[in-house]
């Protein structure tokens, strides 16, 4: 009787494309190795199975990106010089006009509409290749850290669906770190990216005010509003950093060109820097400002990785200005003051917006320029005071993610002011809006999972410009 011959091990399944980094999926599709159409089928399918449960899209614009799909690959059999995100999926919060695709604003008290032309960040991302798979779930206006409207199902965090992923780009942040989608611009007035990003375990960058004409942070009142990637490493977000800031500056002013894209400077992971720890926040001046023991053990972990990276990491001695709670508030509502809304759109609003609309409206235009005027001193009092430093480490986020529902709750009936969400929100992350404030730089990922299985990170805001240092630490972190 022969013997048996001997047993072959079955070869290792090859990864499921939306386990591969964004930066393997750009390559892969540039090489040939894969198909812009085989792409968005797998991360359309992803999504169908997936955002049931989760809440991330609002809208899901297959047919569209299948289309897409076909020109790109048609553009790619044509020997077409091939653009930075060929064939690469993304999506847009629905506070973003995308030609073609109805936009909400998650809200219920005006009618949806639908553009005839992409804004400007769709449209750039759209000349870089990439293709849009449809629009994810936002707040109302994007006012708020969670991502809960009246239109849609919550945006629920993949690391625990009774839990929120943040917001206002919390749909957005969903849908990357559950693998519907390699990674995603949103937008970030009060740490918008920063918040969804550090709770569900993502790289969320806020680039300096100017960096990306088309989300400059130069649009809006306070000069607040800037765009940013969501994406799973400090690569990922520089490569699509690379391609939102590709496009025509028409602003007056803008953020220091750089010298090589951000990719490189994310790749390279250079430098050693002095990083000043703070865990005061502006708010303490109103609010009591506590720290959950997980971001306690979460801002120790960075500090850890941080000097064992070779970084100076030293406490500070900084101090706000009392007035920023106030003054924050005014500024960062003051539109909503302009609002008009058809007949019974104010009983539609949710009770955040309509409580701080009213506030809005109460105010004088004597108010608003004093607000105005605290917070461009609290600027140049901050940004001189970061200067001692390289960099400026703070938690994150003040608590764990907060349950879906958390802040509604927290508006009772006969609750006269409305205001306790909007305190709630402070509270859960009340080291992030300052940065807005001063048009500076900052990124947060990761350095813990708790015994629960959330993740919880760090903050480091950088120098006027500095995006690409605080790319490379965190990729110097294996982030």
Not at 34 to 62: D, K, W
Not at 108 to 119: K, R
Not at 218 to 223: M, N, P, V
Not at 457 to 473: F, H, M, W
């Amino acid at each position: 009787m022969s013997a048996h011959p001997p047993s072959v091990p079955a070869p290792a399944p090859s990864p499921a494309l939306h386990e591969a980094t964004a930066l393997q999926l750009r390559n892969l599709l540039a090489a040939g190795e894969l198909s812009a159409r085989e792409v968005t089928a797998h991360f359309l399918a992803r999504i169908e199975e997936l955002n049931p449960a989760l809440g991330a899209f609002l809208l899901v614009t297959s047919e569209t990106a299948l289309a897409e799909a076909a020109a790109a690959d048609q553009r790619f059999t044509r020997g077409e010089p091939l653009e930075l995100l060929h064939g690469m999926p993304l999506a847009h919060k629905d506070l973003t006009d995308v030609a073609g695709v109805p936009t909400t604003l998650g809200t219920a008290a005006l009618p949806p509409y639908t553009p005839a032309t992409d804004s400007p960040l769709p449209a750039v991302l759209r000349r870089a290749g990439a293709i849009s798979l449809g629009k994810t779930q936002v707040p109302e206006f994007g006012l708020s850290s969670y991502s809960e409207n009246l239109i849609g199902p919550p945006a629920r965090n993949p690391l625990d669906t009774s839990l929120s992923p943040g917001g206002s780009s919390g749909g957005s942040a969903a849908a990357v770190a559950a693998g519907m989608l390699p990674f995603a611009p949103g937008t970030d007035g009060g740490g918008s990216v920063r918040i969804p990003a550090a709770a569900t375990g993502l790289v969320g960058l806020k680039p300096n005010r100017g960096r990306i004409p088309s989300g400059s942070g130069q649009t809006d009142l306070g000069q607040f509003v800037v765009a940013g990637p969501l994406a799973r490493t400090a690569a990922d977000a520089a490569l699509l950093l690379d391609a939102m800031v590709a496009e025509p500056n028409y602003h007056a002013t803008s953020a220091a060109p750089v010298r090589e894209s951000f990719l490189a400077a994310a790749q390279r992971a250079e430098g050693r820097f002095r990083i000043g720890v703070s865990t005061l926040s502006p708010f303490s001046s109103r609010l009591e400002i506590t720290l959950d023991r997980e971001a306690v053990d979460a801002l120790d972990a960075g500090i850890h990785a941080l000097t064992s990276a070779g970084h100076d990491v030293v406490d500070t001695q900084l101090s706000y200005d009392e007035r920023y709670p106030e003054a924050f508030q005014t500024v960062w509502t003051a539109g909503l003051s302009t609002l008009e809304l058809p007949p019974g759109g104010e009983e539609r609003l949710v009770p955040i917006t309509a409580a701080v609309r009213r506030g809005a409206r109460r105010r004088s235009a004597a108010e608003l320029v004093s607000a105005m005027d605290i917070l461009r001193r609290f600027e140049e009092d901050t940004i001189r005071a970061y200067g001692a430093y390289d960099m400026i480490l703070t938690p994150v986020l003040g608590m764990t993610p907060r349950p879906v529902g958390w802040y509604w709750d927290s508006n009772p009936e006969g609750d006269a002011s409305g205001l306790e969400d909007y305190d709630r929100q402070c509270r859960y992350s009340p080291f992030t809006s300052m940065v807005n404030v001063c048009g500076l730089p900052a990124i947060t990922f990761p350095t813990l999972m708790t015994e629960a299985g959330l993740a919880m990170g760090i903050q480091l805001i950088g120098r006027p410009g500095a995006e690409a240092q605080l790319l490379a630490v965190a990729a110097q972190l294996g982030k």
